[in-house]
């Protein structure tokens, strides 16, 4: 079965401080594209950052970064500077094609607070 | 520009009616999609489309319909609503299929099925 396991279904930060979300998935494909979306209380989808899983290279987006494992199938989100505008749900995702059909498999997200 | 409009936003219906939510894109994108968000469940994936006249099934299509009849437009039905389709939905598009999935969504619909 093809998932994504988001551990860590609450995390706090202080503001200004570092904050790392883990996610692993499964999948046997080897081209894909990972994703973290952020969802404040308005409820709002909003991307943060996106990694196609060919690359090596990590993503970067200002203050969010992500560390890629392919072999370990993780790809955890790492926020910098955490401010209190953060404070929202983030959901990990992952997006195949197989075959002309696709497939998108979110997380159950964790919800992270900023503490002032 | 609106970017993906959904309407409406809140929605209660009676089990066994039915209806549909719209879906709106003025960005010209190929690629649009349906999502239903359950509490603790993270977003499942209903139906997609890659283009005008070609949809495709999620991960959870069963008790929805869609149709794409031109580019702008994704309309979702509930064809006899139930009570377990009682959800947030989400409409999403982006501009390639095959290039970042979706990166557009909508603002979202809360339907309650009684």
């Known amino acids: 079965a093809q998932t994504v396991t988001q551990s860590q279904p609450e995390m706090s930060v202080q503001e200004a401080e570092t904050v790392t979300l883990s996610c692993t998935y499964d999948?046997?494909?080897?081209?894909?594209?990972l994703f973290w979306y952020k969802q404040p209380p308005s409820r709002q989808m909003i991307l943060v950052i996106r990694?196609?899983?060919?690359?090596?290279q990590n993503a970067t987006e200002n203050r969010f970064s992500v560390n890629f494992q392919k072999a370990a199938k993780s790809f955890s989100l790492k926020i910098s500077d955490s401010q209190l505008g953060d404070a929202a749900m983030y959901f990990c995702a992952y997006r195949i094609t197989q075959g002309g059909s696709e497939k998108l498999v979110f997380g159950k997200g964790t919800k992270l607070t900023v503490n002032p | 520009n609106a970017g993906v409009t959904q309407t409406p936003k809140f929605q209660v219906l009676k089990t066994g009616q039915s209806m549909t939510l719209q879906c709106a894109q003025d960005m010209n994108h190929e690629y649009m999609s349906w999502y239903r968000q359950d509490p603790g469940m993270g977003l499942r994936l209903i139906h997609y489309?890659?283009?005008?006249?070609?949809?495709d099934q999620g991960e959870v299509p069963n008790g929805y319909n869609v149709s794409r009849s031109t580019t702008e437009d994704f309309p979702l039905r509930l064809l006899s609503a139930a009570p377990s389709q009682t959800s947030v939905y989400f409409c999403a598009s982006s501009s390639i299929s095959g290039v970042g999935g979706p990166q557009h969504f909508g603002d979202g619909t809360r339907l309650s099925i009684l």
């Open positions: 999948t046997s494909e080897s081209d894909y594209y």
């Open positions: 489309s890659v283009g005008a006249g070609i949809t």
């Open positions: 990694q196609e899983a060919y690359k090596q």
